[in-house]
């Protein structure tokens, strides 16, 4: 069982992910509570992965990702935003957040978009804008995204591109045919020639090179 905690100010919100994703045979929403309580919750309950909301009256969710990111076995989390837009999404990508996703995202998707996060993948919405690419890809210092794409091998760009759908590593093995221990060596290597660290940061990097076609607009990319 996958083992979900929901952080959001809003009962209604909780309560519908509840819901959504207690339906399925193999996840299970272990609680669902408002920011103020998340990180003792996160401690007690030990969630595998946490949708977070980025934006809460009591406690903002930047400063509870930065506490679950201290943890010294952290949960996988994505942040949970109104708006495809939300300026806070940059930070929280830097800041170790998995991706993120809109709370209107289909309801049958929200179960296949948590698979994802467990098995490690990337979530990032479909409706990624610009304003969130580039506040997230500071160019300051930093080279071009095609640049350093054009530095990937044929089978390495294949390999980013499953990535940049949220796949993992044994998904990415099962369409190309690799063994898993061979698609993580490859990942590896597409982190280092992209210097990046994370798989959303190399997601998002695919996206600005304009690697990323109109079938890979997918919820999870």
């Not at 300026?87 to 830097?94: C, D, N, P, Q, S």
């Not at 409706?127 to 210092?141: E, M």
């Not at 093995?173 to 992209?194: A, D, P, Y």
């Amino acid at each position: 069982m996958i083992r979900v905690l929901v952080v959001d100010d809003e009962a209604l919100v909780r309560t519908g992910f509840t819901h959504i994703l207690n339906a399925a045979d193999d996840i299970e929403v272990v609680a669902a509570v408002d920011g103020s309580r998340a990180v003792p919750v996160v401690r007690e309950a030990q969630p595998d992965v946490v949708l977070l909301d980025i934006r809460m009256p009591d406690v903002d969710g930047l400063t509870v990702l930065a506490d679950l990111r201290r943890m010294p076995d952290p949960p996988v989390v994505a942040m949970l935003t109104t708006f495809d837009t939300d300026e806070y999404v940059a930070t929280a990508l830097r800041s170790g957040a998995a991706g993120y996703l809109l709370k209107d995202t289909d309801p049958e998707q929200l179960p296949y978009l948590v698979r994802a996060l467990a098995e490690g993948g990337t979530v990032l919405s479909s409706r990624v804008t610009r304003t969130v690419v580039d506040g997230y890809l500071d160019q300051d210092g930093r080279e071009p995204a095609a640049r350093l794409a054009a530095r990937l091998t044929e089978r390495e760009r294949a390999v980013l591109l499953l990535m940049a759908e949220g796949l993992a590593n044994t998904d990415i093995g099962e369409r190309l045919h690799l063994s898993t221990g061979t698609v993580k060596g490859h990942v590896s290597t597409v982190l280092s020639k992209l210097r990046v660290s994370s798989r959303v940061q190399a997601a998002l990097i695919a996206e600005r090179a304009g690697l990323l076609t109109p079938s890979q607009g997918g919820d999870t990319r």
